[in-house]
């Protein structure tokens, strides 16, 4: 039993925890959650929590063993909620084999094991990302369209505003569960929000939006209202992303910054994008991995549909933001395709091997983009040779299949599961029949 | 002219042990040195040249005494009287003074530099920690930073040469090996403790702000030092005044504290690389020894000093094995004596739950490795330290133990390894012989490696080679006879011994767990033998105690010669990839061979056939299951030659010799078995230690099914024809089709046959006398000899049966079992589809009439290699079929990605491909005229069909799949379908082809990407799709 351990269970008699909720990610990046009393709590950090993962997406068939949820003890917190009632903590647990190896199922050891590849070579990985999402009214049946809750627009200060109310309310539960925001404004569309957490490294990080999503869905049903964290949900609005800053560290240095070097990023900076830029197309079935993710990501306005960077381009797929004199440790790359229904685990760990296999093999950086990507025509796009990212899950899935890079960097068990749940999403869809077709072609056919 | 008087003395100084006598007699004869060795021709009885003789390098000493002497001259004068004095009279000041200049050049060096230091060797005293501190620090305080430092390295020689001269003269080197040992770590302590108070002056005022001790590690922590190595060190860092033990991240005062810590932490640094400095700078004086800092927490990547919580929560969160393995040794050896016990107080206790912890068996597996290895081979044999015996591996072994057993027993504590192998010997944890053994073996090696490292006092491990060198290192140990070869011959008969270092500390001790002793004999409770069995990698501790005791108990010579062997063949047993099967197996082995005259002779007196049995048996379910019906089979380890492959005439010999001596059919095909059987397990067992590659096997095994069917044919053939009392009147043979044409079987495939049988050409225009029966009654012969070779490989058996399968023939399963050649002729001609030509061109006759078989292949070679090749229809319908069948013939529940025959990327998919481009090419390409798939591939490869690239994808793909099949079948004794999805087995299966122990997972993986990219290359080469 080590000292962190113990903290947790000393918390536990203090604060008379009735209840503790044992949190993972499945390979789509849902949470799951299992409850243990307190006097089990023991036995879970010793040999952690016996489960069937048969019945969890992506978890089924690695091994034939049970799998073990062992808590990290580092997350332990109290969950705030007034649904959950008092004493109910929560912690993120490490998926093992019954051996007591890592599950090689475990979306949270995909990205622990890109984290020690990074650490490997000397890198510390940071991300800080920026998070929008709506907010409806409750109580539509699925397959109704969501009405916002407000017609407010971007950075718009509504008066009596349910929307603030409810900022404020999700701000203050967020920092009681220990996780930092940096800001957070009313988005461009209606009922649509953004709230930017402070930057942490890429494990923390990811630990944070699967809990920030969690208080998200919970304040809003505390005050009578519903969120959604679907990338485009409605047709004439923009969607909803999650700009993503990442930082590469050695040591208490910033890699990306070099004082002189133009818009201040470095030779491994510039690898780095590089490396993002060239693997792109491979990686967006992960970075967005649903049907409805490519309805944003080709919605035109600021989506990033288009294999370009820019400095302060925001029509750019990575934009290198501007840089604060003083500021060299703040020195990082935007990436604005990924969108918020991610799995942050696989997201963040897919970016990293890009980025890492451009710094290993020192890709060279393509020209900047420096026009509105959108308002070129496609001959321009091609003389400027620049791609389009795939256009379709389905056209994503068949990118990632050819993919090396993914496959190591997912396993080869997480990369097939994904492959072959995806391409069944991309199946189901396509024998819709949608509105568009009711709408447009029941009258004249 | 030759002077007789010279010519005496030089006799005498020769047989005195001088190298040189000449030179020798020179130098006695030096006015300076008149008349204390020599008067006239004669050698003064107990002066100073026999004193000489008494030294390892009498040469060497005199040299350096004739300069000691120059030096003295040229100093004041009552020094040099003092010498004469001394060196006038018997005596231990004269002996010691003389054996340090007779063992170390550096030491003489160091004296004819400091001359006046005589006195240190010659008045030699044992200093107590205390007091070597005292005059270190004394030595350095007060002075500037370059003269402190020159000042610590002459005072540190200055000492050195005081216990060099205690060490050199002891009555026995052995004996002397602890004293010495513990007083090189205090000289060594002091040096740090004196290199502080050098530091903290280097520092300045800051040093007050903070306290830093020097927590000392390895053999200077453990007060078992060399003469020179590394000092292995931690430094203690705190600011002054700091609450120190108050912790958490709720502490209110963490911030300002942790500015005053951050600060702290930087004048620590600072402080503590000045310390360092101090050692290993090299001055005028020379240097000491380089600190090593690097078993701090996060090693040399983090930061050189830490507070007592940092270091804490580090060993709590991060810390891995071989770090509390190291703490085993940490002792307080300079600075802050109280922030090293605080410390010390926080991190002990965790050293000795560090056996508790998850992963402790693989890690002390993979760190037994790593000792084992890294011996560059040219050093191999002249190494103390390192390798297999080493010292390292017995300091490793008795910390290993401590580990272990200290979790309950404090007396197992010390961080000194003879005192723990002492505590081990009386708690019982070991032999008191072993252990006796041990220690004595342990303090030679140590007091040769001290005395080889005394003579330039060089960092070195490795004995030397050169008879001069041998010569004053025996003389330096006491041997006086033959120094030189004594030196190597006492040397190498405790390497032996040391050799068996791991039974006799690990598993000899378990036998006596279980043994029957006196009450007063001292043994390891059955508690702590299974602490240790599991420690050890026996999953079942219990039952392997239970296995132990059955082996070894009674009084029987079985029981005696097994006590004897268990505890080498227990280690091999846990270094294999299942130590509970494989003791399981030995024990059922033994028991039914026990009293066989053979079995235990050859296990004890055979060289290898032990391990190998113990190695076969760990790895092998297969193995042990064929060896538990046939035990026998165990005679072909200690066979000269028994592990040779056989080749197909020398099966067909054994078996028809087998065939010869029974008259029944049934007991004549039992023999056969047995033969088949005892076949197996000599293959597997050449499989498992390596004397086999994967294309080896399949041709083994192959033989060995072909040999079988053939003997299998003949027995059938007799059987008819006896009950039809003549000769069947056609002749048979037997086509192998598949992996069994193909030379390709695995331990688990069936055998896939066509049968043939031919009369022959009739005698022309005789027919009416033809006495040959008609074409109808030798088919109905051919049948029930067909008939009785079913039966007869179908009967049910010990062992795995060898299947016989005839759905390949013509019609499939709604043709005859044989057919005549010229029916397979004019059915070929009419009604060949395109799979069986396919499968055709695996077909290779494997028994029975060889001009039929010759008949037979001219027969077949126009259709499976076809001069146009394939028609774009014909493609297409093998197209079609292979897809129909990944979808059909999966079983059901098995995967897709890891089915190894069918699975994507699997056997199937390659063997296609490969057989299509055998359709389409082997009429222009001969060397695509084979039935093995990798032949053909790589034929394929040099006839430009494949690209390398492809060839080696297709390649590694086939040959991972085939491996993990045949090791999936060796270690589990059921056939392996798909990549296990079994921790343990993966594990097992991947140590069989040659993974490290723990890849287990690592190889599904691998299979995986192997199979994933061996399937893009069968889309663009089978199916045409457009490449990626």
Known sequence: ?445 | MPNPRTSTAHAALARLGFHDPARAERFLRDPCLAGLALEGEDVVVGGLAQALGAVADPDLALLALVRLMEGLQRSSGSHLSALTDALARPGVARDRLLAVMGASTALADHLAAHPEHWSSAADARRLSDRELTAVLVDAVTGRETAAALDALRVAYRRELIGIAALDLTAPSPVDALPDTARSLADLAAAALEAAWVIGRAEVGPDADSVRLSVIGMGKCGGRELNYVSDVDVIFVCEPVGHPGDADGPTDAAGDVDGDAEARAMTVGTHWASAIMRACATATAEGTLWPVDAALRPEGKQGPLVRTVRSHKSYYERWAKTWEFQALLKARHVAGDRELSERYLDEITPMVWQASARENFVEDVQAMRRRVEQHVPAREAERQLKLGPGGLRDVEFSVQLLQLVHGRSDDSLRSRTTLDALAALADGGYIGREDAAVLDEAYRFLRAMEHRIQLHRLRRTHLVPTSDDELRRLGRSMGLTSEPDKAIVEQWQRRAREVRSLHQRLFYRPLLSAVARLGADELRLTPAAAEERLAALGFRDPKGALRHIEALTDGVSRTAAIQRTLLPVMLGWFASGADPDAGLLAFRKVSDELGTVPWYLKMLRDEGDAAERLAHVLSSSRFAAQLLERSPTSAQILGLPGGLRRRTRDQLDATMAAALARYDSPAEAFEAVRTVRRQELFRVIVMDVVDLLDLEEVGHALTDIAASTIGAALQLATRAVETELGEPLGTALMVVGMGRLGGGEMSYASDADVMLVHDPGPSSDGDSEHDPRPDDAELQRRASLVVQELRRLLAISGPEPALGLDVDLRPEGKNGPLVRSLDSYRSYYERWAATWERQALVRAAPVAGDPDLAAAFVALIDPLRYPADGLTSHELRDIRRLKARMESERLPRGADRRTHLKLGTGGLSDVEWTVQVLQLQHAHEVPGLRTTSTLPALRAACEAGLVTTEQAQELTAAWSMASAIRDAGMVWRGRAMESVPSDLRDADGVGRLIGRAPGEGQAMVDAYLRSARHARAVVDELFYGDTPR
């Not at chain 1, 409810?166 to 009922?191: C, N, Q």
């Not at chain 1, 919605?299 to 750019?316: D, I, K, L, Y």
Request: proline content about 6%.
């Open chain 1, 1 to 445: 039993m080590n000292r962190q351990e113990e903290f947790v269970l000393r918390s536990i008699e203090e604060r008379d925890v009735r209840f503790v909720r044992l949190w993972f990610t499945d390979v789509l990046g849902t949470l799951k959650s299992v409850a243990i009393s307190p006097a089990e709590l023991e036995t879970a950090f010793a040999e952690g929590i016996g489960f069937d993962g048969s019945a969890i997406e992506g978890f089924a068939r690695v091994y034939e063993a049970d799998m073990l949820a062992k808590p990290d003890p580092a997350t332990f917190q109290m969950l705030p909620w007034r649904t959950e009632g008092p004493g109910t903590a929560r912690m993120f647990c490490d998926l093992l084999n019954t051996d007591g190896t890592p599950s090689v199922a475990d979306p949270r050891y995909v990205l622990q094991r890109a984290l020690t590849k990074a650490a490997d070579l000397g890198f510390t990985f940071y991300t800080h990302p920026e998070i929008e999402f709506f907010l409806f009214e409750q109580g539509r049946k699925p397959g109704d369209k969501p009405v916002p809750i407000d017609q407010g627009g971007y950075f718009d200060h509504l008066p009596q505003g349910h929307a603030h109310d409810f900022r404020r309310a999700a701000i203050t539960m967020l920092e009681s569960m220990g996780i930092s925001v940096e800001f957070s404004h009313h988005e461009a569309a209606p009922g649509q929000n953004e709230i930017d957490l402070r930057y942490a490294d890429a494990l923390t990080m990811a630990d944070n939006i699967m809990t920030f999503r969690t208080v998200i869905k919970e304040v809003a049903y505390e005050h009578g209202v519903f969120a959604s964290f679907m990338p485009k949900p409605l047709m004439e609005y923009p969607g909803s992303g999650m700009h993503t800053h990442l930082s590469l560290f050695e040591g208490d240095t910033n890699v990306f910054y070099e004082p002189g070097a133009r818009y201040q990023i470095s030779k491994t900076g510039r690898a780095f994008i590089a490396g993002l830029l060239r693997h792109a197309a491979e990686i967006t079935a992960i970075t967005n991995q649903w049907v409805n993710s490519y309805k944003r990501l080709w919605g035109g306005g600021e989506a990033p549909a288009f294999v370009s960077w820019g400095h302060n381009n925001s029509s750019a797929m990575v934009r290198i933001p501007m840089y604060k004199p003083s500021k060299g440790q703040a020195t990082r790359v935007e990436v604005r395709t990924l969108d918020t229904a991610c799995n942050p685990y696989l997201a963040f760990a897919v970016l990293l091997a890009a980025g890492l296999k451009g710094i290993e093999e020192g890709y060279e950086l393509p020209d900047e983009a420096e026009d509105d990507v959108w308002s070129l025509t496609d001959g321009e796009r091609r003389a400027l040779g620049i791609d389009a990212l795939p256009t379709s899950l389905h056209e994503a899935v068949t990118v990632m299949e050819r993919s090396d890079l993914v496959a190591e960097t997912l396993g080869e068990h997480v990369f097939d599961y994904f492959l072959r749940n995806k391409r069944q999403e991309w199946v189901d869809y396509r024998t819709q029949v949608t509105p568009f077709e009711l709408e447009r072609l029941l009258p004249r056919l």
